[in-house]
DNA sequence: ATCCACCCTGTGATTTTATAACATTAGAAG
DNA sequence: CTTCTAATGTTATAAAATCACAGGGTGGAT
């Protein structure tokens, strides 16, 4: 999944029937919270800071203090449902839940829209370095920034 | 660099040195502030939260609300001298100033120690899923979590 | 030398992001 | 049904970052 157009609504509804399906199988409790956390990341399909979540969660007749949100997007984080952007303090839906991939992010700057990378991309970006030096990576935070191809065809702010 | 012993006081009065003479030959101001701050951030060797670097300033005299500590970080930043570490909200000196260059971090989970590559290790870690997907590139974090070889050898927490 | 414009610094206040601590409730296991 | 544990709700607080405005120094133009 890139920048480019798609059927949305199917696509927010098969990754909760996948999430749904994750969660069975390995006897985790996908909670009405947790799934609606879930369903607005991925309604918008780009980051979403913890106190907008909050606010819709609100909304939606939730508990409204950040730990509602903050336990929800750990859960959802944990578990491969979402991610994390570093750069944004914010939030995005997992592009491929289930295949265990270590995710790398375009993070459009005009727009904040956020697609994750599908290729796998790093598999040792830092290895050689890594190796060299006698670090051991467990894990690896890979997020570029730039213009998306919708802001790059429009004029400059 | 990375995390083996080195002459620290000597590669601090260098990296002071060469960022001074940057700054001259750009026509940038490398004010006291300024100057402290990148002292701190190559003593410690680590990373600094902005909020760590406002108590080190305060002692030494200088004002202690938090615009002053970010404005110095944002020229430091800006400028190439140090680097922000998304990943804990706090700023490294850099390992390699002149040299332009995309940097890659390494960060102990126990000890917080922050490595920079030395090695261009991305050029385009995402390039081809970029131009793929329309993406215009402007900058890239890439940081590895895990163990450095200090804490490897030590007895698990 | 004086004035001006600009950049840098200082400060107070506020916003945004995140966690701690503890009470309550709901589910699964026996 | 009881019991244990995990999840939720709420209050409070901590940590990180920015806004807005007031002074001060420096360098350039006249």
């Known amino acids: 999944m890139g920048f480019q157009d ?3 609504q199917h696509c927010v509804s098969t990754a909760l029937a996948t999430a749904e399906a994750h969660c069975a199988e390995q006897g985790l409790r996908f909670t009405p919270v947790r ?4 369903e607005f990341l991925l309604k918008e399909h780009r980051a979403l800071g913890a106190y907008a979540i909050l606010d819709l969660l609100r909304d939606a007749g939730f508990g409204s203090q950040p ?6 997007l750990d859960f ?4 491969g449902f979402a991610h994390k952007i570093e750069r944004l303090n914010a939030f995005v ?11 790398a992010f375009m993070i459009c700057s005009r727009c904040d829209a956020v697609a994750e990378a599908s290729a796998a991309v790093d598999e040792d970006v830092l ?4 190796r060299e030096a ?3 990576i467990e894990r690896t935070i890979v997020e570029a920034e ?3 191809p919708t802001c790059v065809e429009k004029p400059e702010a």
């Open 6 to 8: 798609h059927d949305h």
């Open 35 to 38: 799934r609606k956390v879930l």
């Open 67 to 72: 730990p509602v949100a903050y336990r929800a």
């Open 76 to 79: 959802l984080t944990q578990h």
């Open 93 to 103: 839906a997992c592009s491929h839940p289930g295949e265990n991939h270590s995710p």
């Open 127 to 130: 290895g050689d370095a890594a």
């Open 134 to 136: 006698g670090f051991r």
């Open 146 to 148: 730039g213009i998306c």
